[in-house]
């Protein structure tokens, strides 16, 4: 079973910065990939960073040069830096970890970008 636990999430004028945390907890052997997602209001839940078991990244296009990911695997810890936040960026983060047999979803974080 694993816990994921999000931080970081507030108001933020456009334009601005907010770093997300994200720890996992609990009894595993080994998480392989470990990513942000988003979902706000009236949409879906959309991919919005993930670094897979293997280390590679994958960004959102909409995010790409504005938000990087960083794993700090002794740790079981993922952060998200979210540079030059818009009013779109307005969601629900969510923190989602994989290991072998599950996948595991946080409670989320809501990030709020607004003037």
């Known amino acids: 079973q694993v816990q994921l636990v999000e931080s970081g999430g507030g108001l933020v004028q456009p334009g601005g910065s907010l770093t997300l945390s994200c720890a996992a907890s609990?009894?595993?052997?080994?998480?392989?990939?470990m990513g942000w997602y988003r979902q706000a209001p009236g949409k879906l839940r959309e991919l919005v960073a993930e670094i897979a078991g293997g280390g590679n990244t994958t960004y959102a296009d909409s995010v790409k040069g504005r938000f990087t990911m960083s794993r700090a695997n002794a740790k079981n810890t993922v952060q998200l830096q979210m540079n030059s936040l818009k009013p779109e960026d307005t969601a629900v983060y969510y923190c989602?970890?994989?290991?072998?047999?599950?996948?595991?979803w946080g409670q989320g974080t809501q990030v709020t970008v607004s003037s």
């Open positions: 989602r970890a994989s290991t072998i047999l599950m996948t595991y």
């Open positions: 609990g009894r595993f052997s080994g998480l392989n990939a």
